[in-house]
Every structure is written in structure tokens, then in C-alpha cells.
């Protein structure tokens, strides 16, 4: 079981989030159920924001990667702790303008953009659009000369560097489909495009070496290689560079072998950052960008947990024990994706010794609807509630009414108390767009 602050174990034996019985938040909101610590996430907000300020002089900024969980209440919470946002969609954008979120202070990213999500962009003055192709860049002058402004973007480059992570979620391999190349050259094609370019405001570089790493030498070979093609960029072409993005990719604890990381540690991976980038602007002789981070998975994976309650179990005698939740790869689809593990618990037996081994099981339609496999709970009983941990980030945001189930609600706990911040659909939900 995850040791860190939001989870606790009460009298009762149950498990509680941010103060708050998960029997309680059962009853109350039904399940399936996302529940967030609101207070986890302020606390990672804080950490991360901190440390650029320390280490960096302040010169910088975090922008939660929203792709890991979005929905009106994060915009409006990691906004009110000072961050920007990275959007990859006109849809993320929106939810985060109806909130009131800064558009300046979002970085607008994705390797198929349209001429309208451009537009889109534009025409609210999103601060950064990251090029990730060479058409969208006469999009954007196009645009720009049509609605008589300027736009500020940043190149997406591939640096080469191979993260420690499952291969679906390595960005940066030569051969990605993201970003251009710095070491066949196709970064320069771009970089020259963008120099020339009326209307644009070449900014700065971007890159995102990949998702789930743990290993800071990564995040310390990038800076090297992302300040190298800055100078070259800067000396050979002349461009005017500010800005210098580093993307996401800090990784969280889901399941046993996987490190244990605290606020602390986090801040530790931008000290890690903000020092070697010092020391490059220094030993390379550059003018210091203003530094902008990415994290996504690391602000709200461990903040969320989901409630679910045991449906039918069956034993398989043996070979497997199956537990079917009322949940499933409509609302979590990462086992069946990324076979990606997480830690499972009989929320309200925590004193009661694990020792059966479950298959935990979705409803759907499909045999590799699986949301955890080999996970150890006392014998379970129909009607219990399980939890499973740290599916705060890429859960609810890659949900879908796959067999039309629908979309579990999400709430958030802070200091003992809960509120709702998206609603459980309903059959209207599930035939809205149906002719
Ligand atoms: N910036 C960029 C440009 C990205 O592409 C990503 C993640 C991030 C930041 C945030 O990375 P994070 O700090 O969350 O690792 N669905 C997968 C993860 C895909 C990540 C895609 N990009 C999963 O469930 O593991």
C-alpha cells in the first residue's frame, strides 16, 4: 500500500482520502468513483513552482500537462496556484478559457493540428503554439496576416534521447511521429522556416523525452543536448530565442518496484533541471531562457484514486480468481494499453491480512478488460468497495463509454470534505448525439 499523506486507515479499518472515508464517498456519490486530493495537488504545485524559483531564479514556469486530467475544476485549481497549462487540443483549450484560465500561459502542442484548431489558437491569443510540422507553419502565417497579429511559437525537437519508459510513451527517438529531428537535420529546415517567418515570433524550443522516467541523468542529457541546438540555432540562424520547454515526464509510484517519490523529490528533479541549465547558459555562453516544465502524471497520478465495488466473483479453480469491478477499460483503459500495474485494496478491510490472489476484472465485453492482475486481497466478498491507487492521471482523461457504460463522476476531498466536480452521465449522456 501507498505510504503517502492523503491515505490513511481509520478505526473503522477503511480507507480514507484527504480526511474522508472512501464508505462515505461511496454512499454519497455512488461508484465507479474518481476521488482526488485536492490538497496533494496544491502541495506538488507548490513544490514544483518553488523549486524554479529557487534553483532558477524564478525565471520560469510549470504548465500542467492538462492531458493527464482535465476538466473545468483542475484548470481553475492549478491556476490559482500560479501554473500555465499545456493543451494539446481545441477541446482542452476550451474547457480551460471557459474557467477563465490565462491563455498566455498555455502551450498549445499536438502533431496534427488543423488550420481551424490554429485558428482556434489564434484567435485567443494561446501564448505559445509548439510547431511540430512544416505546414502548419504557412498556417499560421495565413492566419496571422488574416486577423492582423503576431503569433509566438516554439520548435518541437527530437534531442535523441532514450528514456527508461514503456516504448508507446517515448517521445523523442528519432523515428517519432512528434517533433523534428535535431540529428538528421530536419530541425534545421524548420528552424529556418520559422527565422523567415512574417507573423511569427520564433520563441524558443521545446522537447518531451517521454512519460513515466525516473531517472534524472535523462532529464540532464537533454538539457545538454536542447542547449547545444539553442546556441547553434541562435548563432547560425540568427534566430532571437527566450524560451526554452523541457516538456514532462517525472514518474510516480503505481505498484511495488516502482520508487516512492515525495513532493521533495520532485522539486529535487527541477533542482536537477534548473542546474544544469545554469551551468549550460554558463559554460556555453547563452543568454538564459526562461525555463518551462511540463509535468502531468506526477501533479495528479498519486492525487487519484478509484472507488469500485465488487460485483461477481469467480474462481477458476486452479488457474484464477476473478473479481469483477463495476468499472472497467472504459474508465480505465492503461492495463490494456500499456499493461501498466497498480496497487489494489479492500478499502474497508485494511487490518485483514491480503492473502488471495484476484484477477481484478472489468464488465466489458472483452477478455483483456483487465484493470490489475496477481494483486493480494483478504476474500472478498459481492457488495465490498476495492480502491484502486494512483489513477489520477491518464484515467479519467482517456475514458470512454466503450459498451456504453458511462463515464464515472469525479470528486475532490480536501481537509475532510468532498464536492462534485464532474457529474455521473446518464442514459440522456449516452444517446445525446444519436440521430
Ligand atoms: N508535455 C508533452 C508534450 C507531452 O506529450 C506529455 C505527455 C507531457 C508533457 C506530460 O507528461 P507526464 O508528466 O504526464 O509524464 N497516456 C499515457 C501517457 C501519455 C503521455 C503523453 N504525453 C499513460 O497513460 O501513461
Known sequence: MNTRDTLSVNGNGHLQIGGVDVKD??????????????????????????????????????????????????????????????????????????????????????????????KYAVENKIGYIVIDSLSEIDDIIKICKELKTRQKVLLRVNPG????????????????????????????????????????????????????????????????????????????????????????GFGIYYADGDPKFTPEDYADYVKTVCERLNESVYKKGIKKPYLILEPGRSIVGEAGITLYTVGRIKKISGLKNYLSIDGGMFENPRFALYQAKYSVVAAERLQDKPQIKYTIAGKCCESGDIIAEDVFLPEMREGELVAVLSTGAYNYSMASNYNRNFIPPVVMVEN????????????????????
Do not use: W
Open 25 to 118: 464517498l461511496a454512499s454519497l456519490y455512488g461508484t465507479p468513483l474518481y476521488v482526488f486530493d485536492k490538497a496533494y495537488i496544491k502541495n506538488i504545485c507548490k513544490f514544483f513552482s518553488e523549486s524554479i524559483d529557487k534553483h532558477y531564479g524564478g525565471f520560469g514556469k510549470i504548465f500542467y500537462a492538462s492531458k493527464a486530467f482535465s476538466c473545468k475544476e483542475i484548470y481553475r485549481i492549478v491556476g490559482d496556484m500560479g501554473l500555465g497549462a499545456d493543451v494539446v487540443s481545441t477541446g482542452e483549450m476550451f474547457t480551460a478559457l471557459s474557467v477563465g484560465f490565462n491563455s498566455e500561459n498555455m502551450c498549445f502542442h499536438g502533431n496534427n493540428k488543423s488550420f481551424a484548431d490554429l
Open 416 to 435: 475532510g470534505k468532498s464536492y462534485l466536480c464532474v457529474k455521473k452521465q446518464d442514459f440522456n449522456d449516452i444517446v445525446r448525439n444519436d440521430i
Open 161 to 248: 534521447v532514450e528514456a527508461h519508459t514503456h516504448h508507446y510513451i517515448q517521445t523523442a527517438k528519432p523515428d517519432s511521429k512528434f517533433g523534428f529531428s535535431i540529428e538528421n537535420g530536419d530541425a534545421d529546415i524548420a528552424a529556418k522556416r520559422l527565422v523567415a517567418a512574417d507573423c511569427i515570433d520564433f520563441c524558443g524550443l521545446h522537447c518531451h523525452i517521454g512519460s513515466q522516467i525516473f531517472e534524472k541523468t535523462s532529464f540532464g542529457i537533454a538539457v545538454d543536448k536542447m542547449t547545444d541546438y539553442y546556441k547553434k540555432i541562435t548563432d547560425v540562424y540568427h534566430a532571437n530565442l527566450s524560451v526554452l520547454n523541457l516538456g514532462g
